[in-house]
């Protein structure tokens, strides 16, 4: 998926959505699900299951490179900054200290670069799920509205190219889903 | 109450008593949660919420006249330069480090049992930040110049001394205060989706649903949002400790008798924790009583906190005997005078109170049943509070009191502005703390969910040990 803009299908279906009851079943179904080699599909839950990233097949998040690069370009720019004041826009002595007396840099630019990570990792996060994102189709379904409680969710998309109606619904059903819709977009 | 405290269940997975009492399904979570939000609201709310807004009028009032007087209303004047501002400021800073603690420490640690507590936790940093920030942006008499704190490009040509542990400061806050709120933040995404799923009017959908940002629940979305919490759990926990060391410095590094030690950072930074974790119970006790949360907020939780503010309040203890024994050891006059004076002088009633208050009072939770006894651990946590309060005064007022020049010695008396601006600080957090409980979830309902026994995917196929889950613990294991 792109790290920003909205990638949704177009077309009349969004997908089929199967739920679950508890976080096993939906476990074990995301483990048969991956197997049966599809990609455009998504498992949801109302807190983060564990293990159910490799279960999905998914690879690694590549955020801590973003917080990485962040981090080292705010305590750069925070060095940078403290450097360019006291040795060229503002020479001033004070205490007798050197102009470039860089011990007393670290500080600022230890906390501008936490300040630069924080924010590469939040705002790096929301871009890498492409939120904010208030509408979606998934919202159509109303037994979906228990994502966030304590229901157990699969989404696959037509957009799949294993996708099929008939088979992949019958799938789901056979993984032990309590509900299996077809959602619109 | 006592009855869910004796069914305190044993996770079958693991072998140990749950965390959450009663064994509640995800949904029963949701319900506790939510009630609080939902309920109409309680008439003893009200009764936190008015007199809170009341102090905070009185802090509005004491600052306009300030600003408009000058802060000769205040008690302070050569030589005791910094009074109860200073004193108000670290006290604030050091009570919103325990919020930090729990919530990001204590996650790298794997500590569960902090999902109870962090999102309350990290409500009460951000507020307690914001009455900090007030104090020096307030003090410095002149403030349509405050901005001048800031390296803004000016038509001057001035800049800020970054040599200064007080420029470090305005940095280490403000930037403490910034991170405090986004981590708060991508913590209640999940817990705001959930109130917006949940909401029975128009409004509340919308309120909700805008903060919730389109959440769903996503596993591509928690992986990222999972590594962006470990993340800023791994970038706030350096912060916090830097954050109290810069304030620290903001005495260290100056050439006073009495603040120019190198034990400040650390000692600081374990008096921060220790008011924190004092103030966290504070709220707790109210806060679980009041919502009727005895199952999510457990005795247990208040018996960790209880062994942290002891280890915490026993460094502190430790500090000011190393204080005493540095300035004898140094051989310097000024700074044994400095301490000589602190306990024996004008102020040795501020100072033994601290002693009482910090270092004497917390012994009592090595036991058990102290640190299990609800009325006891809000009883102390004020006292520790008042103790922290005059630990800063302590260091401030006395240190400055008696300067080189015995002539200029004086003492200090707060007046009737010093003592509003401290009510209406605490104004200003009450009212906050009341506001965040009645509109936003106070417990990380998806983290607690998190870490039921039947949250493992694994959970229901470990038959041989579905028996310890009837509420008997397994035979030949402790209670832990």
């Known amino acids: 998926m792109p790290p920003l803009g909205h990638d949704l299908p177009e077309g009349p279906t969004f997908g089929v959505l199967a739920e679950f009851a508890t976080p096993g079943e939906l476990f074990r179904a995301c483990e048969r699900v991956r197997d049966a080699g599809y990609t455009l599909w998504d498992a949801h839950t109302p807190f983060p299951v564990h293990g159910l990233d490799r279960a999905m097949g998914m690879k690694r998040s590549v955020l801590p490179w973003i917080v990485l690069a962040m981090g080292l370009t705010g305590a750069a720019a925070g060095f940078a900054l403290q450097t360019w004041v006291h040795s060229l826009g503002y020479p001033l002595v004070i205490s007798g200290k050197p102009f470039f007396s860089w011990p007393a840099y670290v500080p600022v630019t230890f906390e501008l670069g936490v300040l630069f990570g924080a924010l590469g990792a939040v705002f790096g996060m929301l871009a890498l799920n492409q939120l904010p994102m208030h509408y979606h189709p998934l919202f159509h379904s109303a037994r979906f509205e228990k994502v966030t409680d304590d229901s157990f969710f699969v989404s696959i998309e037509v957009r799949d190219p294993r996708f099929d109606a008939t088979a992949t619904r019958r799938l789901l059903e056979d993984l032990g889903a309590r509900h299996v819709e077809m959602v619109k977009s | ?394 260091i401030i007022v006395s240190s400055l009191h008696r300067d080189f020049l015995p002539s200029a010695w004086s003492y200090f008396r707060p007046t009737v502005w010093d003592v509003s601006c401290l009510l209406g600080s605490f104004g200003l957090f009450f009212t906050m703390f009341c506001l965040f409980v009645r509109f936003v979830p106070m417990v990380a309902t998806a983290e607690v969910k998190a870490i039921l026994p039947q949250a493992d995917p694994h959970h229901e196929v470990r038959p041989e040990r579905a028996g310890t889950a009837a509420g008997t613990a397994p035979a030949g294991e402790g209670a832990y």
């Open chain 2, 1 to 394: 109450m006592a009855s869910i405290q004796d069914k305190a269940l044993y996770d079958p997975v693991d072998g140990r008593p749950t965390l959450i009492l009663g064994a509640p399904d995800f949904h029963a979570v949701t319900e506790a949660v939510a009630r609080p939000i939902e309920q109409k609201t309680p008439a003893g709310w009200w009764f936190f919420f008015l007199p809170s807004v009341a102090l905070l009028g009185l802090l509005g009032v004491a600052v306009a006249w300030l600003f408009w007087e000058g802060i000769g209303i205040w008690g302070l004047n050569v030589p005791v330069g910094w009074a109860w501002d200073i004193t108000n400021f670290v006290f604030w800073v050091g009570i919103g480090h325990a919020g930090t603690l729990i919530s990001a420490i204590l996650f790298l640690f794997r500590q569960k049992w902090r999902t109870s507590i962090n999102r309350a936790a990290e409500a009460m940093t951000i507020f307690a930040v914001m009455c900090a920030l007030i104090f020096p942006g307030i003090h410095v008499g002149r403030v349509w110049v405050a901005y001048w704190m800031f390296p803004l490009p000016n038509q001057m040509g001035m800049w800020p001394n970054f040599r200064s542990p007080l420029l470090w400061d305005v940095f280490a806050v403000s930037i403490y205060g910034t991170v405090s709120v986004l981590f708060w933040y991508v913590g209640l995404i999940p817990d705001l989706a959930t109130f917006r799923d949940r909401a029975k009017t128009r409004l509340r959908r919308l309120a909700y649903g805008i903060f919730a940002m389109g959440w769903r629940g996503s596993n591509r979305h928690w992986q990222h949002y999972e590594v962006a919490y470990l993340i800023l759990a791994g970038l706030a926990t350096p912060l916090v400790l830097s954050v109290h060391s810069i304030v620290s410095m903001d005495f260290a590094v100056s050439q006073l008798p009495g603040w120019h030690t190198t034990i400040f950072p650390p000692y600081f930074v374990a008096g921060a924790i220790f008011s924190g974790f004092a103030m966290v119970v504070t709220l707790m006790v109210i806060c679980r009583h009041a919502f009727r949360m005895e199952h999510i907020i457990t005795i247990r939780h208040f018996d960790y906190m209880a062994k942290i503010m002891l280890v915490t309040g026993t460094m502190v203890g430790y500090a000011y005997a190393i204080e005493f024994f540095i300035a004898w050891y140094s051989g310097n006059p000024y700074e044994l005078f400095a301490f000589q004076n602190r306990a024996f002088g004008p102020y040795a009633w501020a100072y033994w109170t601290m002693i009482t208050c910090n270092v004497v009072s917390p012994q009592i939770f090595w036991f058990e049943r102290a640190r299990k006894s609800i009325p006891l651990l809000f009883l102390l946590s004020i006292v520790i509070n008042i103790g922290m309060w005059f630990e800063r005064f302590v």
